[in-house]
């Protein structure tokens, strides 16, 4: 599945962008805080994202991440490749190397469908979606 880095990077882009709409830049701790993630990892994971320009940071006392309100849709399939790659939607379920169609493991087909269906949600909801719930207060981001 998804490692906890690539599951700290997808809340906290939503979390950033639900705060572009009042052009508000979120530091490091805040982020940490909203997520319920640590500050080391939190800021490793941001730099990966503004190095790579999925977000946007500026440094100082009043800098911090950022998204433009009107940013182009950053869908959740752009963040997990960045941190994990997109291995996790090709693979086999049970890890092994010489599973196919012509040579399945017991667990091919319904695994396979799983992780297409998974693929297309991760390919077509963005960031913009999610976080809108999250401003609205029907979401959270942490237990």
């Known amino acids: 599945m998804l490692s906890l880095s690539c599951k700290y990077a997808l809340r906290a882009v939503v979390y950033i962008m639900s705060k572009a709409k009042t052009l508000h830049r979120c530091g490091i701790k805040e982020i940490a805080t909203a997520i319920g993630a640590n500050e080391h990892t939190t800021a490793k994971i941001l730099q990966v994202l503004a190095r790579e320009g999925l977000v946007h940071s500026i440094k100082g006392p009043s800098g911090g991440f950022y998204l433009f309100p009107n940013?182009?849709?950053i869908y959740l399939i752009e963040i997990v490749r960045l941190i994990d790659g997109d291995h996790f939607f090709f693979e086999c379920g049970l890890g092994l190397k010489e599973c196919s169609e012509k040579k399945p493991c017991?667990?091919?087909?319904?695994y396979k469908a799983a992780r297409n269906t998974l693929y297309q949600q991760f390919s077509s909801i963005s960031v913009q979606q999610l976080s809108k719930d999250i401003a609205l207060g029907r979401a959270v981001l942490k237990r």
């Not at 017991?106 to 319904?110: D, G, R």
Request: glycine letters at 0%; aromatic letters at 0%; proline letters at 25%.
């Open 71 to 73: 940013a182009e849709p």
């Open 106 to 110: 017991p667990l091919h087909h319904t």
